[in-house]
Each structure stands twice: as structure tokens, then as C-alpha cells.
């Protein structure tokens, strides 16, 4: 059976990375004996080069991955596919599972995959190969004439260390290796324990109550053949571990530290919370070479972030703590930040950007709130009337999807602008000290929102950033 993956990742205003979760099913279904090709669609093209692009693969069954931001992409290329193509279309990812019935209401959609995607789409194309019916495979809605059978979700894969390694071959890894300067993301396990209103994990949790243990881990010396793995294959430099929390099992990161030290010099960096870190931890993380934490803030605000964001117990003054710690240990810090959030002020934000410089983080990442269905905050947003049905393809570009009260979208813009200008800022002073004087001086002539735009370019482009790097040793070039 040849199963062709559409990976829509259109204007998503970052780096086009791999997809471990679609590298991970294409796994599983290459060692069932299965064909897997990609087309991992970057720019949204016309519809006779979309179709051009799938008659390379000739395919028996197509199955789309999907954020909320790219679904607007899946449905107008599987309407195109299914005008030229007699082929069961799949439609699987944090969209479809979160809101399926959005998702099968499309003309052009057959099949809706709920959660984990491994096994029901193995059993998917084996039933479609043996001629078996597919209408009762758990995870998988599916059309059934004027009908739609609702399968219930199966069991989570409770040993992750069963699963074969995620097939990074099936997207083009050698430009994703060029774009970050040989930075590769790992998952060592799967789930997150809390209850972000923001966030999907909540919501998944529910969807598989009863079904397992939501958090779980591969083994440390599961993941570290994985990296022996990857560093045989690639010029790799670095190591994103892009787990929810990372830091969450101090038992694994104990092991994990211990062993990693001793069999691989490469850094890496992690996802952290705030209420999992103390001094031992970060000593065990850096000596094991951990080069940069990033910790979700959020919000300046304790009332908003605890009540609203439900991001835990953790005070300001923890925050300013934990960030203090973590620098004094020689780890760099990444602080996440939200605006534009339901029920926030103009005084809140001030504190956000507060906040931030009293925890000086070495980066800076500032979004504009973008309410994703399905999450609780999401509800909130429908129940106070703030949703206005625009849609954006990327969380990360400007601008807001809500009406708020005592909020023009102008207003939460400009904030969005100054908290990008103390980012930028940032990231040129920690990684580029020597060109701060330069940065100034290019943000006084030529604004800073065009100085910021060419910097952020910069920062995804190797021959720019080489330039800056060599640039940023010469001291003839500082006014």
C-alpha cells in the first residue's frame, strides 16, 4: 500500500522543521511494509502544481497532518485532490482531534484520525490492502454513505520504546539541518500533566480518560540510541528536546544526566517549568551539557496566570528566582510570553514586559494570544462573545483573532511591537554583544520595526547570519 502524507506548513513565520508526529506514523507503517512519501508543502501553490506535485507518488490513500492554523490549506488542496484523484483522504493532527467534527463535515474529507495516529492507520491500510472494511477501527471516524461512524479512541501506547524510531528521512532533513545550523528535536515521551486553559493537554486528557497513562517516557537508553542514531547519519550540533516539560521526572533526569555526560558531548536545549527546577536539577543539566532552558511566562500577572492561564502555583518572585538560578549556573534562559489575552490590560502587559527585564532571560519570544478549539480558554473566548472567525496561519504572526473589550487591535500591536524591540534587543546583546551598538544605531535610522524585520530574517538564514556572526568579531565596524 503507498500511503502520501500532505504536510500543509504554509506562512507559518518559522523555520519548516520536521514532524515528529508524521515521521513516527511513517515508521510504523514502513516496518508494516508499507510505501510512505511526503510532500511537505511550504508555499501554497495553484492547483495544477498541487496536483502535479501528488501524480509523482501515485498514491492509494492520501493523509493530511493539521494545526488549526494550517487547516484552511487541508481543506482547498483535498478538495483539489479529490477532483482529480479516486483515493481515500485522511485528515489526522491537533485540529482533527479537537475538533473531528469540523474536520469530516468536508466534502472532500473521508476519514477523521482521533489521537495517536500509529496504529490505526497501520491497521487503516492493512484493512484497505486485505480488502477488509475500515468503518470500525478504533481512533477513525469515518463516512459511511450519508452516516458518519464515531470510533472510540483505543488504549494509549503505554511502551513508547515499542515504537521504532521516527522516520526523519521522509522529510527532506538535510535542508532542516541547513535551516537550524544542525539542530535536530527529540521527543522522549509523550503527555503533559497540567491544565494550561491555552493549551491542548487538557483537552487530550479528556479524550483518553480511562485509556492509560496520558504522561508517559521512553527509556534514557531508548532515546540514546536514538541520538547514536541520528549523529552516525548527521552533522548535528545541537539537540532540541521539545517535550512539554522535560524536567518533569527528577528520577529520569537523574539517569538521564548521568549517562549523558559520559556518551555524547553534544549540547541541547529543553523545555522547562518553573515549579520543577531547583539548584540540583539545573547542576545536573548543565553538566551534562544543557545549553539554553525555555520556560513558559506567559503573563507578568500572577492573578491572570493563575486564574485565567492556570499555569500553576509559581509567583513572580519564583520566577525571578528560578531565572537567577538558572544564569548563575551558566544556562542560558528562554522566556515565552503571551499579550492580548481575555481579561488582560493594558497595566497587565506592562507587568509581562516588567517581569522580563527583571528576569533578564538571554531570548525572548513574545505571541499574540491566538484561541485554538477545543481548550478551555478557547470556550471562554465563545462564551464572552470575543471570537470574530479570522483565522491566521501561523501563531506566531501579528495580530489578534479576538474583539476585547476596551482593546483596539491597533493598541495590543503596539505593545506587541515594543515587547519585539526589547526581544530583538535581547537576542543581539546575548548572542552578538559586540553589534549592540550597531542594532541601535540601525533601529534609530531605519525604525525599529524594519531593523526587527530584517533581523528576524537574518535569524533563519545561514549566509545572513554568518555574515553577522563574522561581522560581530570585527570591531571596525562599530560606530
Not at 112 to 117: F, H, P, Q, R, S
Not at 313 to 328: G, L, W, Y
Amino acid at each position: 500500500m503507498n500511503l502520501h502524507f500532505v504536510y500543509p506548513d504554509v506562512e507559518t513565520a518559522a523555520a519548516h522543521d520536521i514532524q515528529i508526529g508524521i515521521a513516527s506514523i511513517s515508521a510504523v507503517l514502513k516496518s508494516g511494509g508499507h510505501r510512505v512519501s511526503l510532500s511537505h508543502i511550504t508555499k501554497f501553490g495553484s492547483k495544477s502544481e498541487i496536483i502535479r506535485e501528488m501524480k509523482k507518488y501515485s498514491p492509494d490513500v492520501f493523509c493530511f497532518s493539521s494545526t488549526t492554523n494550517q487547516f484552511p490549506f487541508v481543506k482547498q488542496i483535498s478538495r483539489w485532490i479529490k477532483e482529480e484523484f479516486d483515493a481515500p483522504i485522511i485528515v489526522g493532527g491537533i485540529h482533527a482531534t479537537l475538533s473531528p467534527q469540523e474536520v469530516i463535515s468536508c466534502k472532500s474529507i473521508d476519514v477523521v484520525c482521533i489521537g495517536e495516529g500509529e496504529y490505526p492507520l497501520l491497521e487503516l491500510v492493512n484493512n484497505i490492502d486485505d480488502g477488509k472494511p475500515i468503518d470500525k477501527i478504533k481512533n477513525l471516524w469515518v463516512k459511511k454513505g450519508l452516516n458518519i461512524i464515531e470510533n472510540p479512541v483505543r488504549p494509549l501506547i503505554s511502551n513508547l520504546d515499542s515504537l521504532p524510531f521516527p522516520d526523519y528521512e521522509l522529510f527532506d532533513i538535510q535542508r532542516v539541518l541547513k535551516e537550524t545550523e544542525g539542530r535536530i528535536s527529540i521527543l522522549v515521551g509523550r503527555g503533559c500533566p497540567y491544565t494550561c486553559t491555552y493549551c491542548c493537554n487538557h483537552a487530550l486528557r479528556k479524550i483518553y480518560e480511562g485509556k492509560g497513562s496520558y504522561v508517559r517516557y521512553r527509556s534514557v537508553d531508548n532515546v540514546f540510541q536514538q541520538i547514536e542514531y541520528l549523529k552516525n547519519r548527521y552533522a548535528i550540533s545541537r539537540i532540541d528536546f521539545s517535550d512539554d516539560t522535560f524536567t518533569l521526572s527528577r528520577n529520569w533526569i537523574k539517569e538521564f544526566t548521568e549517562k549523558y555526560s559520559k556518551r555524547f558531548g553534544l549540547g541541547f536545549t529543553c523545555n522547562a517549568r518553573i515549579e520543577t527546577i531547583n539548584s540540583e536539577l539545573l547542576r545536573m543539566l548543565k553538566n551534562a551539557n544543557c545549553q539554553v532552558i525555555n520556560y513558559g511566562i506567559e503573563s507578568g500577572n500572577e492573578w491572570l496566570r493563575k486564574e485565567i492561564l492556570k499555569r500553576g502555583t509559581a509567583s513572580n518572585q519564583d520566577i525571578i528566582h528560578v531565572f537567577k538560578e538558572t544564569r548563575d549556573t551558566g544556562i542560558k534562559t528562554f522566556s515565552y510570553n503571551m499579550i492580548g489575552l481575555p481579561f488582560e490590560t493594558h497595566e497587565m502587559i506592562e507587568e509581562t514586559i516588567a517581569l522580563n527585564r527583571k528576569i533578564s532571560p538571554s531570548y525572548i519570544m513574545v505571541f499574540i494570544f491566538y484561541p485554538y478549539p477545543g481548550t478551555e480558554l478557547w470556550k471562554i473566548c465563545r462564551e464572552n462573545n470575543f471570537l470574530t472567525g479570522d483565522f491566521s496561519t501561523s501563531y506566531a504572526k501579528p495580530g489578534s483573532m479576538l474583539n476585547l473589550p476596551n482593546w483596539k487591535k491597533e493598541e495590543i500591536l503596539k505593545y506587541y511591537d515594543k515587547f519585539n524591540k526589547i526581544a530583538m534587543e535581547t537576542w543581539v546583546k546575548s548572542d552578538y554583544p559586540n553589534l549592540l551598538p550597531l542594532y541601535k544605531m540601525l533601529t534609530f535610522a531605519l525604525g525599529g520595526s524594519r531593523t526587527r524585520e530584517m533581523l528576524t530574517k537574518l535569524k533563519y538564514n545561514n549566509s545572513l547570519r554568518s555574515i553577522f556572526r563574522w561581522g560581530s568579531k570585527r570591531e571596525s565596524l562599530l560606530p
